[in-house]
């Protein structure tokens, strides 16, 4: 099992020292998954320590050029690309823990008047695409005070980041994360499931009519999916299941049946990945009620980053930080509303003889305006049952008068085929005057609107010979 690298551990003892020794401190971090348990591990610190403290979660637009107005800012989950102290003053002190990719060396701090840490695995050859996130990063901050009983959200924020897409289960640093939620008996892991989400709170009938990696004649058709469960003898119609109450042969019914399926309609260079499209490691929390959509660690990362993308962030954080009454109503509600949203806005890009989706040789896109830009990329995940899977969907809608906000989603097989998308629509988005990231599977980007042709141009020739049609 991977080890924290020894020069990372120091910085961890220094950003204990900075901590204990400040009194006025700043917590920015990310509006996702991610950045919201990476708030809620330092907050929980700070809290504990008996540090006064605020907190924000912001987009990463803010963060150039920031007025730096406490004697501690730390940054979580975001900073490490971004121009964060260009007015920091003397004796400031700065820490950072982010895992995208950096734009300072280690040697930045050398000769600087104000204390600046920052806490990266790509310093230390450590990939931050699948070993650790932003919230692992914290997590190992706490342990440094002792605080081992904040692993689980450590977990929770790499499932979140989707930390585990590529192979089914965590690696590098966040094994390590996992097995101390393990022994300190938050968290059970059920290696090689089937992975559908909605295990706890959806019948299977209705989870299984959402798998979209690639069109199956039961994607967003329930009626076949119910005479499938049945034809199986693992449903009956009038008890219908859910995933997690299937036993381990009716599971393998089910594998070997959504297998088949999936072999039928791909390119045979393809079959090689289909277990990784089905199975993967489960987690349940099991200190959460049995009931409730918490226990399961996809339902509670999806009800994290449906607070993000309505602005309600300090909800999902009191819920993480132990309030299990009055936040957690508010958890419920707020999910609720997202649901509706994502509902009316799937409806009106794919209705049905009118699909809005339109395809290029390489990609295909949908104009989302109307849709909020907090949404739009789940959107476009959700688009992806509805279009051709062998090309990336991109959804775009309007932030303001000037900008559009751009997301990129694909089928994870396309990700296997070794197409980096995050690093692509860097590229591309720079140079029509705009900035973009991400993931090789989920990504996203900001560009001037009057840019949106040459954009879709420009990404649609780079895709070239890449993809299989």
């Known amino acids: 099992m991977m080890q924290i690298p020894q020069l990372m551990s120091e910085q961890y003892s220094e950003a204990k020292r900075i901590i204990e020794s400040s009194t006025n401190i700043k917590i920015y971090s990310h509006i996702d998954c991610d950045g919201i348990c990476s708030g809620a ?14 907190i924000e979660f912001v987009n990463l637009d803010v963060l150039d050029n920031l007025d730096l107005d406490h004697e501690l800012t730390i940054f979580s989950d975001l900073g490490s690309g971004q121009l964060i102290d260009t007015k920091a003053k003397e004796g400031q002190k700065i820490i950072i823990l982010d895992h995208h990719p950096p734009l300072r060396d280690l040697d930045y701090k050398n000769d600087k008047d104000y204390t600046y840490l920052e806490i990266n695995p790509h310093h230390h050859g450590i990939d931050g695409s699948y070993y650790v996130c932003g919230g692992g990063l914290c997590y190992f901050l706490s342990k440094e005070f002792g605080y081992n009983d904040l692993s689980w959200i450590g977990v929770l924020s790499a499932i979140g980041d989707m930390q585990n897409t590529r192979i089914g289960h965590f690696e590098g640093l966040n094994e390590l994360i996992q097995q101390d939620a393990i022994d300190e008996g938050y968290l059970e892991v059920i290696k090689s499931d089937i992975n559908i989400y909605g295990r706890n709170t959806r019948p299977l009938f209705v989870a299984l009519s959402y798998f979209n990696d690639v ?31 299937l036993t381990m042969e009716e599971k393998g019914k089910l594998y070997q049946r959504l297998s088949g399926m999936i072999s039928q309609v791909v390119p045979g260079k393809y079959v090689q990945y289909i277990p990784q499209l089905i199975i993967g490691d489960s987690y349940t929390f099991i200190k959460e009620d049995e009931n409730s959509f918490l226990r399961d660690g996809s339902e509670f990362s999806t009800a994290m980053n449906a607070c993000g993308r309505n602005h309600e962030e300090k909800v999902a954080m009191e819920v993480l930080k132990g309030d299990r009454f009055l936040a957690l109503d508010e958890l419920e509600s707020i999910s609720r509303d997202h649901r509706r949203n994502l509902a009316q806005s799937i409806e009106k890009v794919s209705d049905g003889e009118q699909s809005n989706i339109i395809e290029l040789e390489n990609l295909q896109y949908f104009d989302g305006t109307g849709i909020k830009p907090e949404i739009v990329g789940t959107i476009t995940g959700m688009i992806l049952g509805y279009c051709n899977w062998k090309k990336p969907v991109i959804g775009f809608t309007q932030t303001d008068d000037e900008g559009l906000k751009i997301s990129l989603r694909c089928s994870r097989l396309l990700s296997y085929d070794g197409i980096h998308f995050g690093n692509i629509i860097r590229k591309v988005s720079a140079e029509v005057g705009g900035t973009g990231g991400g993931h090789s599977m989920a990504c996203g980007a900001y560009i001037p609107i009057d840019k949106k042709e040459e954009f879709l141009e420009r990404f649609n020739n780079e895709l070239e010979g890449q993809i299989t049609n």
């Not at 591990?41 to 605020?54: A, G, P, V, W």
């Not at 058709?221 to 469960?229: G, H, K, V, Y």
């Not at 009956?236 to 995933?243: D, G, I, N, V, Y």
């Open 41 to 54: 591990i330092l907050s929980t610190i700070l809290d504990r320590q008996n540090k006064e403290h605020e």
């Open 215 to 245: 069109k199956l004649p039961i994607t967003n058709n329930t009626a076949e999916t119910m005479a499938i469960l049945e034809e199986l003898e693992i449903d009956e119609k009038h008890h219908r299941k859910t995933l997690n109450e």
